[in-house]
């Protein structure tokens, strides 16, 4: 065992969408820094941001119902639907960018252009859908959004799932054909292609095991090669930790103050895939449900179609699963390391206080496949059995701190947490995920970065040029954004296909 000792100006800690977003920006506003990646597995994308391990949504608050609230006055709420589309918005034209400038090529690879729709069923939830609708169809991010009761016009936009469908089923749905299908995976291997390109040093197969602050102020990463069982030392000047459900043990390693009273709950996600290709060619968008009554947002049920390795698929899903894992490849003892003086009076509130996930959880993990197969039915009412396998996706971990709501309260979102100085920065949280990974990585250099933002300004506003601004009050930036990255990134062809699917 040896222990040598490098510097570098960057670490990245992590081989997922986030280290790799974060790595080209910095790539282009800070051209000289060093930067060094240490993934433990063998390849980059293989966690979450795996294409088989999401569900590959560019959320951008189209379709999913939970991104929406109603309020007591009956008014539906779209703020957090607005947040989210801008945020998408930014993710686009960082792409664009990308594609523009050849920084990543092929953007067929890992975007498509998809239907997304909401479908809801039953009185109470076609009202609500039909409100929804009024209060997205009006504000110019949500323009061309189509809402249909009629059973005729549905069975145009989703033939299969109302194909077979009892007469009288009260169901609506909106429409729009912005949406689009990420593979998230393709672009991760994509961006960490042109970092190695530009000299990035990669190392594969290497656990970051430690870290401490150093005397002069820099940080001391301990890394273990898993192949040779090698310890070494690397200093840095900023540590990224972008090691998805791994990051909390690594912040908790770091041992910033910011980083106690945090804990976090693993859910795993399971989808179910359709091997029939006549059933999946009968089928092009995404189509969100509305969650059951105590079900976590994040288990929303929608069956979507899906561009993996340029083959076309129908996933449904996710149910979710309990393991108490934190990474698909991590240890069953993850949950329980976790949990330290600091934040197990946080652990054990949330304990107390999600009595009802817990509930749900046992349900969804004793779940056979016929009764999963139940609950497609409601979205296509012949679905077959033999159809359909079971698909285990990546692992969430969701955070639970303490909050104005009260101790250990579980939260839904991503979360960057920092030092003080800026030195460190680790993201927390699954949702809305990777659709969101510029804007949130922008964020974490404000936080981390703050003498330099001025000077780095005008190249952001190159990558982004909505920076600064909301695209919801500047119409013609939004007209520009769209039209770009459609043309940039081959969005265009949507139409085209949905056209195909009426006269199929
Ligand atoms: C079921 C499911 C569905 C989802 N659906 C969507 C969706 O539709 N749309 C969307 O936008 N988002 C979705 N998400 C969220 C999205 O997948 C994640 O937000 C995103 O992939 C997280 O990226 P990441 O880079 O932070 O983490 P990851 O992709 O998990 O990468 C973290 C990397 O860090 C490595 N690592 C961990 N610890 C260490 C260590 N100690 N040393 C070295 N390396 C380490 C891991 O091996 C891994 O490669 C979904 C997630 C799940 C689980």
Known sequence: ????????????????????????????????????????????????????????????????LNYTVEKPDGTVDIS????????????????????????????????????????VQGEANVDFLQRRFKALSDNPLFKGMEFSDDPETLLEWIPLMMKDRPAGDNIAATKIDTGTDVNFGALTHKMFDYLVDEGVNMHYNHAVTDMKRTDNGLWEVKVRNLESGKIASHTAKFVFIGGGGGSLHLLQKSGIPEGKHIGGFPVSGIFM??????????????????????????????????????????????????????????????????VKADNLVTMLAAGAKNMSLTKYLIQQVMLSKEQRMQELREFIPNAKTEDWDLVVAGQRVQVIRDTDAGKGTLQFGTEVIS?????????????????????????????????????WEPKIKEMVPSYGQTLMENQKLLDHVHTTSAEVLGLEEVKEKSTLLKQA
């Open 273 to 338: 895939s359709c091997n029939n290709p006549a059933v999946v060619e009968q089928h092009h968008a995404k189509v969100y449900g509305k969650a059951k009554v105590g079900a976590p947002p994040m288990s929303v049920p929608h069956l979507d179609t899906r561009f993996i390795n340029n083959q076309k698929m129908l996933l449904f899903g996710p149910f979710a699963g309990f393991s108490p894992k934190f990474l698909k490849h991590g240890s069953v003892l993850d949950l329980f390391t976790s």
């Open 419 to 455: 030092a003080e100085d800026g030195s460190i920065a680790a993201l927390l949280g699954a949702s809305p995920g990777a659709s969101t990974a510029v804007q949130v990585m922008l964020e974490v250099l404000e936080r981390c970065f703050p003498e330099n933002m001025a000077k």
């Open 80 to 119: 957090k639907a607005i947040k989210i589309n801008e945020q998408f918005q930014v993710s686009m034209q960082f792409w664009s960018y990308l594609v523009k400038q050849k920084l990543i090529d092929s953007p067929q690879e890992f975007i498509k252009a998809l239907p997304h729709m909401s479908m």
């Open 1 to 64: 065992m040896t222990n040598t000792q490098h510097d570098t100006d960057v670490i990245l800690i992590g081989a997922g969408v986030m280290s790799s977003t974060l790595g080209v920006i910095l790539k282009q506003l800070a051209p000289n820094w060093n930067m060094t990646v240490f993934e433990k597995l063998s390849r980059a994308g293989e966690e979450s941001s795996n294409e088989w391990n999401n569900a590959g949504t560019g959320h951008a608050a189209l379709c999913e």
